[in-house]
């Protein structure tokens, strides 16, 4: 079975200060991985997802994720954050054997302060 | 473009009262739907996935159910609801299932008074 834990609950952090949001995932099998993002009383959207290929892997509104199998982690990165971009982050694996289906992280709340 | 709707965006149930959620999605044929809940600090709970029209599996054993009568038509329903069913509902349809994009509708709140 595979599993994903998201290390923080929430993430504090300052206009324009960098930010990294924490992936770790628990899997037997070659995995496929995903970062989502909700805002508020919305939906899910993807942000960025590692497939195969390169271990760095960049997604939309300046994010990107690096893909670290030794450490089984997948942490997203964004070198300087908006007021915008407060909001929740989901992390989710997919396994090749076994579950498919995509397994999500109990998320990370990124709050924004001016 | 694929668009994906929920209805309703929110509702208020009695305990007991029976529930029916609707999910339809738009210019995509044979998409892979799923049913989630998402409780405050516990991310995202799979209820319920179809590959198929009249193909369900449960994720969760509950008092909630799913079907597809149609090949874009997800719905989620409940004979009778429980406090526990409270929760925000989201559904999503894919392409294939694991390594494609999940593609989410807006959501409907259900508070259970």
């Known amino acids: 079975a595979q599993s994903v834990t998201q290390l923080d609950s929430q993430v504090p952090v300052f206009e324009e200060a960098p930010v990294e949001l924490r992936c770790n995932y628990s899997?037997?099998?070659?995995?496929?991985l995903f970062w989502y993002v909700q805002y508020p009383n919305q939906g899910l959207q993807l942000l960025l997802k590692?497939?195969?290929?390169?271990?760095l892997v960049k997604g939309i509104n300046g994010f990107e994720a690096e893909f670290n199998k030794s450490q089984t982690s997948f942490h997203l990165r964004k070198p300087s954050v908006h007021i915008s971009d407060t909001a929740e982050y989901f992390c989710a694996v997919s396994g090749t054997g076994g579950s498919y289906i995509p397994t999500f992280g109990r998320g990370t709340s990124l709050i924004v302060h001016p | 473009s694929q668009t994906i709707h929920q209805w309703p965006a929110t509702l208020v149930q009695p305990v007991g009262s029976p529930l029916s959620l609707e999910c339809t999605v738009e210019?995509?044929?044979?998409?892979?739907l799923y049913w989630y809940r998402q409780a405050a600090g516990r991310g995202l709970q799979l209820l319920f996935y179809s590959v198929g029209i009249g193909q369900i599996s449960s994720e969760v054993p509950q008092n909630l159910s799913a079907s597809r009568p149609q090949d874009r038509q997800f719905i989620l329903s409940s004979k009778k609801l429980l406090l526990s069913d409270s929760g925000f509902y989201l559904c999503?349809?894919?392409?294939?299932?694991?390594?494609?994009?999940?593609?989410f509708g807006p959501g409907t709140r259900l508070t259970v008074l």
């Open positions: 210019g995509t044929s044979n998409p892979n």
């Open positions: 590692y497939l195969s290929g390169s271990t």
């Open positions: 899997s037997s099998v070659s995995v496929y």
């Open positions: 999503a349809w894919s392409r294939d299932i694991g390594t494609d994009t999940q593609y």
